[in-house]
């Protein structure tokens, strides 16, 4: 027997898109990906985009439910910010539909921290409860990126969470700061030098000062060039841990024990820095954000 | 009575150089200024650009003292770093001459930290012994730039320092990520987003999360665009001043005075920026450099 779709599912960030045909378990038919962010659209309609990247799945009779920036005011329809604790059932309330009918968009999820100021997820909201192994489950996910999102589950749902630019702040630092300016391009000792960027990324410290250090033990060799930008991935990873840690443990939550949301060489990373830091760290499934969107289309209703 | 000259001093750094006539007060009788910074210089030689920059200063029997980058392995001549703690003598032992004979040259210090790893100098040796009013002054000295340097002098020797990578890291995040989109360019409220800004920065918290918020209350209208830019440097800022504190504490030091070293409106901000830490700030009188290196070539025995 063939498994058929209930759902097609599209991740529509800034830089890419993709779209899933989704199970009714959640798991993952046949995906296709397109470049089409949407901040590379240029002068093209986001219907042909979605055209474009559909192809004959536009045919079938099945309901499109996509997360990610296509929901930001620069999207197709913005749907406005939910504010934490919400549920999945509070989320799937608030979705958005294009004025074409041909999308419907989950929303982003904002958060206030203890002195009122505004974080916020968008994308991030619908991995996260694709990540959850059970309705009701409590914990904290860390889904590592370019601004990396600590998120606190409370019983199924998205209690609070804080953003890191961890992964910018790395490549515009190296790509643009004085630190690139002694790293070469070898291949190096790699996973050494990684490890003692997280050591130093673990301590107390302040990241304006430690970055500092992979332009001085350059500069004195006791740094090989080769080595640069492995110790700063993993002393900006090492500090988030930390960081991440800090915020968690202030907010009352347990932060011996993360679930990893990714399953790519960053997540690798962050499951090093972890244990490095002693925090029993574990790997949401794969295919998060497709069994997420239909999870937010079963509450909604939309899929049986 | 007209003053005469005892030194040429000059200040030789990565993007401009700068000539000064020296009394034997340390006072500055007159001063040239040069763009051939060492990374400049494109195909002129360090003798051109020295000849060019001094002028008809070149014919005044004088000796001639520089400090800064000019000293560096990729400078004129590599004047070695000398290992903190250092005096003015025990500096003053370790100069460089030029293969031509055309300029002495002050060496950076190196420090090293508990764990050991080093911190370099380079030119704010000479901006610290030309700061202190008393020769056997003890006390901490702020020197905010792109790479900031916290020094702490004990008894007229430069004891320990650290730097920060404020300036550059607020430079580099404004222009090259996600930070800078919704920075607009209009005059703003630019004190009261300065002022807002430090309060965020001197509280505890990790950097690559509070940054975000330049983004989180742009986005959600409590920030206005024309004040991301004083917001993010007040946070910068007043983040570099907490973490000093906290260095200068761990390495046993009174952190509720400083003296900050420098006259333009970087300075400015910095005294702003300690009166909201609470932090007594006096400022150094100005000519740090010039009278630094007219003390450093008297304790060579180059001026009487």
Known sequence: MVTRPVLIGVDWGTTSARAYQVADDGSVIASRTSERGIQRLGTVAFGDALAELLGDWASLPLHRMACGMIGSRQGWVEAPYVDAPTSLRALA??????PDGALTVVPGVLARDASGVPDVMRGEETEVFGALDAPQRSGLYVLPGTH??????EQGAIAE????????????????????????????????????GVARGVGAGTITHDLFSARTLALTGELAGDDVREYLSGMMIGREVRSGRIWAQGAGHDASEVTIVGADDLARRYALAFAAAGVRATRAAAGTAARGLLRIAQAAGMVG
Chains 1, 2 share one sequence.
């Open 161 to 196: 969470f804080c953003t890191f630019m961890t992964g910018e702040m790395y490549a515009v630092m190296l790509a643009h700061s004085i630190l690139g300016r002694l790293a070469t391009d070898g291949a190096g000792d790699a996973d050494a030098a990684f490890a003692r």
């Open 148 to 153: 990396s999102k600590w998120v606190h589950v």
């Open 93 to 98: 309330g608030r979705l958005a539909v294009t």
